[in-house]
């Protein structure tokens, strides 16, 4: 196929500046501050055996190294940290929500950055959490409840439901599905096509377009996703300012590239580079961008 | 099962007002939402099974406070029990004298309550003392169980 393969996607990452890593970075876990401290927590995993290391651009992330798995533990059943990815910390950072905001997660399952928006609202203010795939609600609930997460009202619904709410939303998470990457995946090179990218790209614009409209005036949107693809990231962008009443502000971040403002010989909105893109292997692949209401 | 049905075996005899969404208890507050059909909502207290009914994490943890019979078990007692297994006499570290036929909550060496049970044996027995309810490895196992339907 010329449209799918390693050597496909190869040379597509050559062309916007990146490159295949042979490495997987680190896997991270984030404090779950609702329940516990990283004084008290950190302690505990290392008399367990456990080698843990702050990421320093994160507020409460720790990369870790253990022998046994850290999903089945004590401490991980009470909720005292979440397994997540350094770079799928970021998002909620970027969106910087407040106990006082009402923020709306569109694509909430499984729950890491429903239950970090929480963390970081300190449990207050309000969450309204949407899902639309029944096989990942289970674990969206047993996340919020294993976190003690309780400013959150979730629903098994698409986000376009979410207008029958009426409410007009301080600040929007559109966390989108997305084709993902090749390091989030076994055999991803070999199962993902430049057909399934363009299908996954035309899904998040209706998203991005419902998330606009749920917006106040002035509210903050941040999209973000696991892919490394642009017509998912930078190129539904240039789309969004075109065509939503939004314009981009800089996502503040010490770490990643600038949002790509020529892609494929196309010269997108100088604006643009205002986003982040994460190439591995310092991260997984990830993209930021963050918007305001017009 | 209600709530307060549920909690007196454990001597505790208020239960919190919570109302039923989707087959479990939660105090919910806001109610714009509820109007319009979540799955979840506030603070999960508990979860509807059957004839019976399942602590959430949080709830667990105050029962485990208020109870009025508890034990501490060894860090071994501790992975045996969150895996699912009973409680054998020597994994018990620290009691307060219950006895045969009494509810017991499980607590680890940080006084975090990781389940109960019910004493069958005294605790000098040398076979299991308390049988397995209810642990927090019922989380996982919950999930893993939701992804077999699922395929």
Known sequence: MDNAGKEFFRKKYLELGGQIADTKPSPSLRVNTLLTSAKELIPRLEKLGVKLERIPFTKNGYYYQSKFSLGAITECLLGHYYLQEAAAQLPVEVLDPKPTDVVLDCCA????????????????GTIAAFELKIHRTPSLL???????VTNTTAFFENVTEAK?????????????PCAGNYLTEEGWFEKRTQEDIQKSSEIQRRLLTEAASLLKIGGILVYSTCSLEPEEDELNIQWAIENLPVKLEKVN???????????????????IALCKRFWPPKTEGFFIAKMVKL | MNLIEFLKPFGIKQAPEAQIINRSYYIATNKQMLSKNPIYSGECIAHIRGPVLIPSTTFLQQIGKAARRHVTVNAKGEWLFICGRDVFGKAIVEHNNPIVGDRVVILNE???????????????????VIKRLFDIGDLLRRERKTRKVRV
């Open chain 1, 253 to 271: 971040l010490p770490i990643g590239d600038n949002g790509l403002t020529n892609v494929f010989g196309r010269k997108l909105n100088p604006d």
């Open chain 2, 110 to 128: 940080h006084k975090e309550c990781l389940g109960y049970g019910d004493m069958t044996a005294t605790l000098d027995s040398k076979r299991v």
């Open chain 1, 142 to 148: 047993m996340n919020l409840e294993r976190c003690g």
């Open chain 1, 164 to 176: 029958k709410l009426g409410i007009q939303f301080d600040k929007i998470l559109l966390d989108a």
């Open chain 1, 109 to 124: 399952a499984p729950g890491g950055k429903t239950t970090q928006l929480a963390q970081q609202m300190k449990n207050q």
